[in-house]
C-alpha cells in the first residue's frame, strides 16, 4: 500500500534552516508529482509546494516563495523540502502528500498523505 | 489567488442527519475541487476530486456537487465516524487552496 514517512521536524531558531524529507514506498515514485502542505497548530490547511515526477515543474505558495525549495531523488524515492529564513509563522505540521495520477495524467489533487512532521520555529 | 470560503465553519448533528458544507470560490474553479476529511490528529484523507467523483473507498453517503464558484459537500446519513474536519481545495489554479474548513460536532 501507499506509504509517505515524512521525518526532519524539530525545533530551531528564526532564521535558521531545515530540510524535510519523505520517504515513498507501495507506488512508482518517479511516476508522480509530489507536493507538501502544512498545518499551523490549530489552523486549518496551506499547501506549501509542488513538484512534478521528473523534477521539471515546481510551484510554491507565496509564503514561503523564495524561501523554501522542493526536490527530490527518484532514485531513493524521497521527496524533500528546504526551507530557510524560518520564521515563527512557519510553525506547522508539515505533510508531505502524492499528487492524483490515472492514465498517465497527474493532477493536483492529494489523494495519499504522510503522517507529517513538526517543525517549531522559537527562539 | 483563489479564495475559499467554507460555510458554516462549525456544524452540530445527530447520527443519522443529513449534512451539507458549502464552499464559495473567490473565482470560477469550473470543477477543479476536491473535498477532503480530517480527523483530530490525523493526516486529511481525500474522499471527493473534480467536484462529485467519489475517491475510491470512500462510503456512497458522502456526494459533491458542483461548478464555477459554489460547491457542496453532503453527507446523507451522518455516521459516528464522520465527525471531523472538512476542507475544499481548488486545484484550477496556482497557488493551491484550502476552504477555512468546517468542523462537524457530536449534537
Known amino acids: 500500500q501507499v506509504q509517505l514517512v515524512e521525518s526532519g521536524g524539530g525545533v530551531v531558531q528564526p532564521g535558521r534552516s531545515l530540510r524535510l524529507s519523505c520517504v515513498a514506498s507501495?507506488?512508482?515514485?518517479?511516476?508522480?508529482?509530489m507536493h507538501w502542505a502544512r498545518q499551523a497548530p490549530g489552523k486549518g490547511l496551506e499547501w506549501v509546494a509542488v513538484?512534478?515526477?521528473?523534477?521539471?515543474?515546481?510551484n510554491y505558495a507565496d509564503s514561503v516563495n523564495g524561501r523554501f525549495n522542493i526536490s527530490r531523488d527518484n532514485s531513493r524515492n524521497t521527496l524533500y523540502l528546504q526551507m530557510n529564513s524560518l520564521r515563527p509563522e512557519d510553525t506547522a505540521v508539515y505533510y508531505c502528500?502524492?499528487?492524483?495520477?490515472?492514465?498517465?495524467?497527474?493532477?493536483?489533487?492529494?489523494?495519499?498523505w504522510g503522517q507529517g512532521t513538526a517543525v517549531t520555529v522559537s527562539s | 489567488d483563489i479564495q475559499l470560503t467554507q460555510s458554516p465553519s462549525f456544524l452540530s448533528a445527530s447520527v443519522g442527519d443529513r449534512v451539507t458544507i458549502t464552499c464559495r470560490a473567490s473565482?470560477?474553479?469550473?470543477?477543479?475541487l476536491a473535498w477532503y476529511q480530517q480527523k483530530l490528529g490525523k493526516a486529511p484523507n481525500l474522499l471527493i476530486y473534480?467536484?462529485?467523483t467519489l475517491q475510491s473507498g470512500v462510503p456512497a453517503r458522502f456526494s459533491g456537487s458542483g461548478s464555477g464558484t459554489e460547491f457542496t459537500l453532503t453527507i446523507s446519513s451522518l455516521q459516528p465516524e464522520d465527525f471531523a474536519t472538512y476542507y475544499c481545495?481548488?486545484?484550477?489554479?496556482?497557488?493551491?487552496?484550502f476552504g477555512g474548513g468546517t468542523k462537524v460536532n457530536i449534537k
Open positions: 507501495g507506488f512508482t515514485f518517479s511516476n508522480f508529482g
Open positions: 481545495q481548488q486545484l484550477n489554479s496556482y497557488p493551491l487552496t
Open positions: 502528500a502524492r499528487a492524483f495520477c490515472s492514465g498517465g495524467s497527474c493532477v493536483n489533487i492529494l489523494d495519499h
Open positions: 473565482q470560477g474553479a469550473s470543477t477543479y
Open positions: 473534480a467536484a462529485s
Open positions: 513538484l512534478w515526477s521528473d523534477g521539471s515543474n515546481e
